[in-house]
């Protein structure tokens, strides 16, 4: 099989970087200054093993590749903003012997939250979820760094309408020769909401800052006890926290000093969007459906995309700050 990493940054460009080590085939596909940086320098990838380069084709579309291949796998790791144009120009590619992508290749979203499968579904016939725990940084051109041990990362993957296949057993299997756990689960997106209520932290992180302290894990406690409720109200299954910890415990340790994560380097990358709308959005969006109010994850969606939208750089709002506009909120909900 070859890999077609679509959104090659931090999550893309270490899976990638990673799989081509063990010797399967990849594609990057980039834009702009990285594109340019992968496609002159190489991929620079730093994990706990140490530094190294790869020299791993670059594309910007698929028109650079022509006809796809019966064997490709696209892996989509765009944030889930960006998801729609990337299906879309990716899925009406042609693949070899007859047919589009959509209509015959899998493809894989490896993305925080829930919406890119729904999004793929309507497009693809065949659509992978991927929980990924693995933490990266990416904030220079053609530069990426994922140091957890003693793994890189675990990736669960099934069907995104539920269930496993032989497909995702060998592409589980790739992944696990190259630095990955990679569980085949029945039931991935269980393993994906469970991971969105991890996830509603990351605007407060972005907006006040890496950093931890009482005041933003109380924040976050108040996040995601609205999160469980709207999920609840929904009746829509997560894992729990003990099934989350057995799974992840002494397999990703994170060595200290680590930056911030996903939402925060885009606001350093000053990329102009954040994907607040498809995580503590998507608990707004449940609690509006079924009748559970969440001001809280609704303040931190609308201060995450203010500060994408102005581009204030990340951890310019104090802690106070924000929780006193979550506290107005609740006091109007």
């Known amino acids: 099989m070859r890999y077609i990493i679509i959104g090659a940054g931090a999550i893309g460009a270490t899976i990638g970087g990673r799989l081509a080590e063990a010797g399967a085939q990849v594609v990057l596909v980039a834009r702009g200054a990285h594109a340019q940086a992968l496609t002159a320098d190489g991929l620079r990838l730093t994990t706990a093993d140490g530094a190294r380069v790869h020299r791993i084709p670059v594309v910007t579309g698929p028109a ?47 993305q925080n939250g829930v919406e890119s499968e729904r999004l793929a579904l309507r497009r693809f ?28 990362g675990i990736l669960h993957i099934g069907l ?27 039931d991935v997106m269980r393993w994906k909401y469970a991971k969105l209520l991890g996830n509603l932290g990351n605007a407060i992180q972005a907006t006040t800052g890496p950093e931890p302290g009482p005041a933003k894990a109380a924040l976050l406690q ?46 350093r990358r000053g990329t102009g969007s954040i994907e607040a709308d498809y995580l503590n959005g998507e608990i707004t969006l449940l609690g509006r459906l079924h009748g559970i109010p ?40």
């Open 64 to 110: 650079e590749l022509g006809e796809l291949r019966p064997d490709d796998v696209l892996l989509l790791t765009v944030k889930t903003q960006d998801a729609i144009a990337a299906l879309d120009a990716w899925g009406d590619a042609e693949v070899a012997g007859g047919g589009t992508a959509a209509q015959r290749l899998p493809v894989l979203c490896a």
């Open 160 to 186: 995104a309408a539920g269930g496993a296949d032989a497909r995702a057993r060998r592409i589980a299997a790739d992944l696990e020769k190259s630095g990955f756990e990679a569980p085949v689960v029945e």
């Open 222 to 267: 108040r996040a995601q006890r609205e999160g469980r409720a709207a999920l609840d109200a929904a009746g829509i299954a997560y894992a729990s926290d003990a099934e989350q910890s057995a799974a992840r415990d002494g397999k990703v340790d994170q060595p200290p000093g680590l930056r911030g994560g996903s939402s925060w380097q885009s606001l």
């Open 294 to 333: 969440t001001p809280v994850n609704d303040t931190l969606r609308h201060a995450a995309n203010i500060f994408a939208r102005e581009g204030l750089p990340p951890g310019a709002m104090s802690i106070e700050d924000l929780t006193s506009l979550a506290d107005e909120a609740t006091a109007r909900a």
């Open 125 to 152: 016939a065949r659509v992978y979820g991927v929980c990924v725990w693995l933490p990266a940084t990416f904030l220079e051109p053609g530069v990426v760094s994922a140091l957890c041990t003693p793994l890189t």
